[in-house]
Nanobody, 126 residues
Framework: QVQLVESGGGLVQAGGSLRLSCAAS????????IGWFRQAPGKEREFVARIMWNSGRTTYADPVKGRFTISRDNAKNTVALQMNSVKPEDTAVYYC???????????????????WGQGTQVTVSS
């Protein structure tokens, strides 16, 4: 079992920055691929970013590419999502998710992940 807890959400003005954090506990975290997803009201949960267990590879959804950065610190069992130049359309509940992917990148579909945090609300005002 892996427990995930997100933090860092809040209210931010368009053009501002926010840093989300995902703290993991439980099983060995270092071999787990991590993904960030978000879900706006009335919409399906969508992929935002993902990172390989050793930080060797990352990918981003097109709407956040160039603005968001995913990173991890396996020594601290944390994954961060740095959000810059935020837009009102970034408003959503943000979730981190994990699954054991020791050989490559985790997927971009929510069904590719076994463990989920409870989510943190991000609201961007215009």
């Amino acid at each position: 079992q892996v427990q995930l807890v997100e933090s860092g959400g809040g209210l931010v003005q368009a053009g501002g920055s926010l840093r989300l954090s995902c703290a993991a506990s439980g099983r060995t975290f270092s071999t787990y691929g991590i993904g960030w997803f978000r879900q706006a009201p009335g919409k399906e949960r969508e992929f935002v970013a993902r990172i390989m267990w050793n930080s060797g590879r990352t990918t981003y959804a097109d709407p956040v590419k160039g603005r968001f950065t995913i990173s991890r610190d396996n020594a601290k069992n944390t994954v961060a999502l740095q959000m810059n130049s935020v837009k009102p359309e970034d408003t959503a509940v943000y979730y981190c998710a994990a699954n054991n992917y020791p050989l490559g990148l985790p997927g971009t579909d929510p069904t590719d992940y076994t463990y989920w945090g409870q989510g943190t609300q991000v609201t961007v005002s215009s």
